[in-house]
């Protein structure tokens, strides 16, 4: 709602002006714009003269009303933006405020300390994570066997000895993804993108910090994308390498069907890499109209349009979901940070006449929004931890090693090939 007497007083010197919209009703209070009783624009100075008290001004409410609304601001803070308070002065700040609230409510008091333990147990959580994924990390670097001769079937463990379900496999894929995007905070984000207004103090509360979970989900995206360039290089035999593909087909099939776009479009990137795309002897030997159907839904032509519709499918199906496999959602993570970072960079966040720009924060809250309902969904399916460990551990190749695994499955065809091979034979052996 817009200012009532007593906020408009605050803003005296120029008054509320109104005018009427064709679609509904514009109103400025000073430096304050409402657009149906919404604020649409403001300028900083404005929003902290309307909402800090002051010599002149000061709500005439007694602690105790005032406490719940701290303690709700606080909570909602702590839960939405949680990463926020591994800042130790943000902890001396919530601790402080807390014994404040303590001598004037002790209702608030204990639901403070409430607050706080549940903010402890998830920065916990979020610690015991971050050290999982980097011994993860470093047991998946250790580099594969040597190239030099290729391994006979039975020598390596590969996918389809660990499992040979598509669905499963499509489940497993599910478990990684959702455990990955629960521990991406929204001030992630927020810190990719932002901190170029000249008005941030880079050397404040809000400083630039890490972004290092949602890194690491990217960073899983090209290892599934690289895992299976990989799986299908590797076997000596054709006809094992057509049967990977067409498994790696029915998963991305399956992760469609489930909801799971991320590690879909991981699949569909390792299988157009080079190296696999070459193979054209070993993908004589397959059924190539399933996978046509779904880079069709992964086209990237006119904005990912396909990809879009399917999104939009996936998200109505969730708002109605009678079961929680139907609730899942996981986007195409890195359009989803495109979007975002051209709808960041795209509109300003100040207006000409110097007010913040509304109207594209809550675009962006939108968006943000939309992800923190997807990440809470909690995985339906059984964990395989055999599969699970196989999936995040098992070493991949580098573009180069994959590059010379394909020369050994299938030749060279012509003179650039041939030197291509002896340059990375040369090259690996160093």
Known sequence: MPPTTPYAGKFSTCGPYTRNYGHGITASYGEMCYHDNSLVSASLEALIQHLVPTVDYYPDIRF?????????????????FPYDFRDE?????????????????????????QMTQRLIKRLSALGQYEEAVAALN??????????????APGQRNDVLSVCDDPFIMAQQLTHIELDRL???GPEEFIQTFAMKDPIENQKGFFR????????AYVNWFNRLSYMVATEICMPVKKKHRARIIEFFIDV????FNIGNFNSLMAIITGMNMSPVSRLKKTWSKVNT?????????????????????????????????????EKIVIPFFSLLIKDIYFLNEGCASRLPNGHINFEKLW??????????VWRQVVCPFDRDRRILQYLVTTPVFSEDELHLASYESEGPENNMEKDSRRSLRCGLKQ
């Open 182 to 184: 629960s521990f991406i």
């Open 64 to 80: 105790r009303e005032v406490a719940p609304k701290l303690v709700q601001l606080l909570t909602e803070w702590t839960e939405t």
């Open 208 to 215: 630039k910090r890490k972004t290092s979970n949602l890194e």
């Open 289 to 325: 109209d399933k996978f046509e159907i779904l880079e069709h839904q992964m086209d990237p032509s006119s904005n990912f349009s396909n990809y879009r519709t399917a999104l939009r499918g996936a998200t109505q199906r969730s708002e109605t979901a009678h079961s929680s496999q």
């Open 138 to 151: 470093n047991v998946a670097n250790e580099r594969p066997a040597s190239l030099k001769t290729k391994q």
């Open 89 to 113: 002065r943000m902890m001396r700040c919530l601790k402080d405020m807390t014994h404040h609230v303590a001598r004037g409510d002790e209702y608030s008091w204990r639901a403070m300390q």
């Open 363 to 372: 675009e962006l809250a939108k968006q943000v929004s939309e992800f923190l």
């Open 252 to 255: 991305a099939q399956e992760c």
